[in-house]
């Protein structure tokens, strides 16, 4: 018994040990270094996109700190408060989504802001976090999988919002933050019924919304994509320049700041929605492969802290920031190589903005905060 007493604190000795710094800040270091590499990545092609304009790299560079910011003060909370907090947020946002309805600011045709005197905001994009954390807190508080009924009442909060916006008309978000909150609905675990169900009614409201939704500009983006030679020096002149850059870099590239169709300006909007193209044509394919790579990567370790998640709320969350992730990707580059209609959504984390930037790493955040509680909790 001596001997047993005599050697208890050495074993309990690293069961008690402190945690590391990471662990103290709330920061989960795999999913931090990937962000950091992708975010100097993102420099790197944004130099060379934006005309070789270090103004243009600086200014990009406050965003990603602020973004940063927001990202650690996010982790910092727990995810049972983030619970409580989300359907005031969900509230917040639909209310500001009908101050722009009654009072919003327009530009280029569209009623998307709000004027704050110092500054606008789009609160659109507030909903893009508040549609899947309260999808998240009303499942997470039900028995799963969840009851028709449910599955309803999710639906009416995703629409609500969703409607607001495409009114504004901005369909590209709208259907961003409709596939953010199905993605929760999906993770609750509902059966394939319903998503085949689901497909099958959306095949059918294809023909309604093309007569009686979608917009005269938004329909000739989806018959351009169709046959972008029909107008080359028009509509169809951004996915034909596009096209050309993307196969003119073949597997080298022609290296840093020598691509032809962004340096001379062929290309439109070379450093946000098509700056896939200006990568591919001076990295070529294997410098495509490397950002896909290192996306792979961090889908993978999302993925990983959702299935570690010690609530139903952070699992669904965090499943569902990941798949809308994902779809930011999937568009992103369908449209520049000419797959998918354009609709403005930048390539996450590497298109030069600001307010995109804040809202993707703020969706970190939140995975850090769910990967947080499960340390805590198995420590």
């Known amino acids: 018994m001596a001997e047993y007493v005599r050697q208890m604190p050495d074993a309990i000795g690293p069961l008690t040990r402190p945690p590391g710094l990471a662990r103290q800040l709330h920061i989960d270091l795999p999913l931090l270094v990937l962000l950091l590499g992708l975010t100097a990545y993102g420099l790197l092609v944004l130099y060379s996109a934006s005309g070789q304009s270090m103004d243009a790299v600086v200014r990009q560079g406050r965003y990603f700190v602020l973004a940063y910011v927001v990202m650690f003060v996010l982790a910092q909370f727990s995810p049972v408060r983030l619970s409580r907090w989300s359907p005031w947020g969900y509230l917040l946002g639909v209310t500001m989504l009908l101050g722009v309805a009654f009072f919003g600011v327009g530009a280029k045709g569209a009623q998307r802001w709000l004027d704050l005197g110092l500054f606008r905001f789009q609160p659109s994009e507030i909903m893009k976090l508040a549609v899947p954390m309260t999808v998240a807190w009303y499942l997470g508080n039900r028995i799963l999988p969840p009851s028709p009924k449910y599955i ?46 689901s497909a099958l009614v959306a095949v059918l409201s294809a023909w309604p919304a093309w007569m009686f939704v979608l917009q005269d500009y938004q329909k000739q983006r989806i018959l351009t994509l169709l046959n972008p030679e029909s107008d080359k020096l028009g509509a169809g002149w951004n996915i034909i320049q596009s096209k050309t850059a993307i196969g003119s870099g073949g597997w080298t590239g022609k290296g840093w700041g020598q691509g032809t169709q962004s340096q001379l300006d062929f290309l439109p909007e070379s450093h946000t929605d098509f700056i896939i193209a200006v990568l591919a044509e001076e990295f070529g394919l294997r410098g495509v492969l490397g950002l896909l790579f290192l996306y792979l990567l961090i889908l993978l370790r999302a993925f990983w802290i959702g299935m570690q998640a010690q609530s139903s709320y952070g699992r669904i969350l965090c499943g569902s920031i990941t798949l809308t992730f994902f779809v930011y990707i999937f568009v992103n580059m369908g449209m520049v190589a000419g797959l998918l209609p354009v609709v403005g959504v930048p390539l996450p984390l590497v298109s030069a903005g600001g307010t995109s930037v804040v809202t993707l790493m703020a969706g970190f955040g939140l995975l850090m905060a769910v990967s947080t509680e499960k340390r805590v909790v198995g420590q």
């Open 152 to 197: 309803a009442a999710c639906l009416l909060m995703i629409a609500v919002p969703c409607g607001l916006i495409i009114r504004q008309p901005d369909l590209g978000t709208s259907l961003l933050i409709a596939a953010s909150g199905l993605f929760g609905v999906f993770m609750a675990g509902i059966g394939w019924r319903f998503i085949f169900g």
